[in-house]
């Protein structure tokens, strides 16, 4: 009988080490998407061999930044120039299982690594480009004249529509350092298609060439505002600021509430329990009702009084205060953490030893 017993990350980690096991992976992206994929691959189990330019990969000049991405993997430099070179990664690939890369469109059919001439070396063989914007594909009748332009993660962002999204409550434009795009669309959703591919090419015996583009995995992760703006605008009549969104602050029961010294809380009380909760903890029992579940909806006057409310409320107290005040209540309320407490924090105190899970838990049997 299972004994249900769930590991913490650490052990997780090593639990789930060997799930890719035997998955052969040469890397040629370079900074940080491709990497961070492949060391989520990696941290499964799965043998990569980075290879590299001979200056090397720019992120080295971030030293732990490399370090964080590159660990245990086993890394060659060659001369990209040099048909030798070439050779070398061609050598690789006859055995490999995945190729990820990372150029500008075009790049790998100047080095005569195109998918027609790697096929014929290895029809078995995955190979996954990142991409800003996409490659251009003859079959396809999307012709955007995107794909060969160079951009970063903050053009990426900016084009996919979700730098819109984040604002101040003042409605300005927000300036983030977490490469969302970088990230949750080139990385997570480059080894999705990864693995999906491998699987396929398991099955069927053949490989195939799989782009990933930065920018169209960013718009298509915008489902909830593209979901609940329609939801605004049908008892509003207009489309929403971002920053006042059903989830971007229009709820009394779902934002930011600034503390008497200036750090926040943040209530996602979504739920009437969680509501009724939050109130019983602030001791506003007249406003158990104010929900939207119970006909309050957003920006009617009952509403909008309820948030000033509970604004006046948690204005009244510093952070520490709130801290104490929730923690013995699950309601949805948690302090925003500034990246060191979340450091210290128990629930990440284990985590920064150079692994890059998304959270996996391995539950023993």
Not at 39 to 52: C, F, N, S, V, Y
Not at 99 to 126: C, Q, W, Y
Not at 289 to 295: E, I, L, Y
């Amino acid at each position: 009988m299972a004994n249900n017993d769930i590991s913490n990350t650490s052990s997780a980690i090593s639990q789930m080490s060997d799930c890719l096991q035997g998955l052969r992976v040469i890397d040629l992206t370079r900074n940080l998407p491709g990497p961070f994929a492949t060391r989520l691959l990696a941290d499964l189990g799965a043998e990569i061999t980075k290879i590299e330019p001979k200056n090397g990969d720019p992120a080295r000049a971030l030293g732990g930044l490399f370090e964080a991405l590159n660990h245990g993997k086993n890394i060659e430099k060659i001369d990209f120039r040099d048909p030798k070179g070439i050779e070398s990664i061609k050598a690789h690939i006859a055995d490999a299982d995945v190729m990820l890369d990372s150029f500008r469109p075009g790049v790998l059919e100047g080095m005569g690594l195109d998918a027609k001439t790697i096929h014929a070396i290895n029809p078995k063989l995955v190979m996954v480009s990142i991409t800003g914007y996409g490659l251009a594909a003859e079959n396809s009748d999307i012709k955007h004249g995107w794909a060969d332009k160079a951009g970063h993660d903050i053009n990426f962002m900016a084009m996919s529509g979700v730098l819109d999204q984040l604002r101040t409550a003042k409605g300005e434009q927000a300036m983030p350092n977490v490469q969302f795009a970088d990230l949750a669309g080139g990385s997570d959703t480059a080894v999705i298609a990864l693995l999906a591919a491998v699987f396929a090419a398991q099955r069927t015996g053949k490989g195939r060439h799989v782009a990933v583009s930065m920018t169209h995995s960013l718009y298509n992760h915008m489902i909830m505002p593209k979901a609940t703006g329609t939801l605004v605008k049908s008892f509003s009549g207009q489309n929403p600021p971002p920053h006042y969104d059903f989830l971007g602050g229009l709820l009394p029961c779902y934002r930011l509430y600034q503390t008497s010294d200036g750090r926040y809380m943040a209530v996602g009380s979504l739920e009437l329990k969680f509501w009724q909760g939050l109130c019983e903890v602030l001791q506003l029992p007249d406003l158990k009702t104010a929900h939207w579940q119970m006909g309050v909806m957003p920006n009617t006057p009952a509403s909008k009084e309820a948030a000033k409310t509970v604004a006046e409320t948690f204005a009244s107290q510093p952070l520490e205060i709130w801290q104490q005040a929730f923690e013995s209540s699950d309601v949805c309320v948690t302090p925003v953490l500034t990246l060191e407490e979340a450091k210290a924090h128990p629930l990440f105190a284990h985590q920064d030893q150079y692994h890059t899970t998304l959270g996996w838990q391995d539950i023993k049997d």
